[in-house]
């Protein structure tokens, strides 16, 4: 099955809030012909873009080829939450590498967020940022892990934008019964992804990178220089990076794998006045909860609830995406019974095995980078830059994040689907319990 068209249109966006408020980009040209790049980046999407656009600011002649849309895919479709740090917790971490790598990898989670926070600044992305993040708890004996943790990141990392939050501050703070307790950090916030998205667009396309769309890469050869083939065009490149994430496909089967596509569902709201979204979340802050089948709200500018959660056991989108997501949001917010949904859609994100990013050079001159596991604004635009980084010769953060265990699916690609159905069901089983 093809994700690129499985749930949408060719050269559409989906019916998202975020496309309906966006200023698109005025559409691309497809790549024709015999093409020649410094480097080749496949994908537009964060780590794509931000690769082309810190690529060509060193210097590089850079094209960029995109399937759909620039922003089409997750980084279009998100929660729009930059969370600090990794998407698995330092004391897991330090377990799994030791106390000077995690380290490292906190230091690269505070410098991802730092980056948005830069890049969207920018007067050609001009996307407000929100600070703080809620972790929210719904069971009370995940409240001490989540206190304790707090704590850690206070004493041995020196962070001291992150707190702890007992039951009677959480409800102050999220007007909901579902939760007893958890943290806030004010290090993460949030934004809309796609309008930040089509801003690092502009940004690459204002350093001198070539974006092409509708321009899905068909065939990736190895060799100096690598050729890259589309069904209409032919791009020899010193260099190639892969920033496919979910809609790899069977372009590269070694990291397909390792990283498995998944989607998640968001609805949004009718808009409220600012008295009922403070009663729901205070000081425009974002929230995920510590479910393994995560809620994740925030509210956008015009003070609709974003509520994105729900599982999914196959490729294919839902029928009812609203149904489907209300569900889960009247769980959390039963008040909002009455309350018109506006927007639903779906999206692709991708995941590995221990939910770490997985960073690989498939040869000399061709990287790979993916597997974001829901943890993606941030890091995926890191990840863009780091990839600069590897291909000007600089490649100590690049070979820290592949040094992080990166375990295949079992059964690699042919079976990670129904083992995830599997996963799934075991899962948000586990959640109700």
Request: hydrophobic share 40%.
């Given at each position: 099955m ?9 050269g ?28 080749c ?15 060509a ?35 897991a ?108 667009a ?33 791009i020899?490149?010193?260099?190639v ?27 949004a ?15 425009h ?49 039963p ?47 890191l990840a ?50």
């Open positions: 093809d994700l690129l068209t499985a749930n949408d249109r060719s559409e966006y989906p019916p998202s809030y975020y496309a309906a408020v966006a200023e698109p980009l005025p559409p691309c040209a497809s790549a024709r012909g015999a093409l020649t790049a410094d480097v980046v496949v994908g537009g999407g964060f780590t794509g873009l931000s690769a082309a656009l810190h690529l600011r060193r210097g590089y002649d850079v094209v960029l080829l995109e399937a759909q849309r620039v922003g089409f895919g997750a980084s279009g479709r998100n929660g729009g939450q930059a969370g600090t740090g990794q998407r698995v917790g330092q004391d971490l330090e377990r799994m590498l030791g106390r000077e790598d995690a380290r490292a990898l906190w230091d690269m989670g505070r410098d991802a967020v730092a980056l948005v926070r830069e890049l969207a600044r920018d007067p050609l992305v001009d996307c407000p940022f929100h600070d703080g993040i809620i972790h929210a708890d719904h069971r009370r004996r995940y409240v001490r892990h989540s206190l304790d943790y707090a704590k850690k990141l206070q004493d041995d990392y020196g962070y001291g934008l992150i707190r702890g939050l007992e039951q009677e501050e959480m409800r102050h703070l999220v007007g909901s019964p579902a939760y007893y307790g958890g943290a806030i950090d004010m290090g993460g916030g949030h934004l809309d992804p796609l309008r930040f998205a089509l801003g690092l502009r940004l690459a396309q204002a350093a001198g990178v070539r974006i092409f769309e509708d321009s899905k890469v068909t065939q990736l050869a190895e060799g100096s220089p690598a050729v890259v083939t589309t069904d209409r065009a032919q020899r490149a010193g260099h990076v892969l920033a496919c994430n979910g809609y790899l496909g069977g372009l590269e089967p070694r990291v397909a794998a390792r990283v498995m596509p998944i989607n998640n569902f968001i609805l709201t009718e808009p409220m006045d600012a008295d009922r979204q403070e009663s729901l979340i205070r000081n802050h974002a929230v995920a909860d510590s479910k393994f089948v995560v809620n994740y709200f925030r509210f956008s500018e015009d003070r609709r609830l974003l509520f994105g959660g729900s599982e999914s056991y196959g490729y294919r989108f839902p029928r009812d995406i609203a149904a489907k997501v209300r569900k889960p949001m009247l769980e959390i917010f008040q909002l019974r009455e309350t018109r949904i506006d927007y639903a859609w779906g999206g692709t994100l991708a995941i590995t095995m221990n939910r770490m990013p997985h960073f690989a050079r498939l040869a000399g001159n061709i990287l790979s980078l993916s597997g974001y596991s829901g943890h993606g604004l941030a890091m995926a635009t863009g830059r780091i990839a600069s980084e590897a291909v000007a010769g600089q490649a100590e953060r690049f070979d820290l994040m592949a040094r992080v265990p990166s375990p295949r699916f079992p059964g690699g690609a042919a079976l990670r689907a129904p083992l995830l159905v599997l996963a799934m069901v075991w899962f948000s089983l586990r959640d109700r319990l």
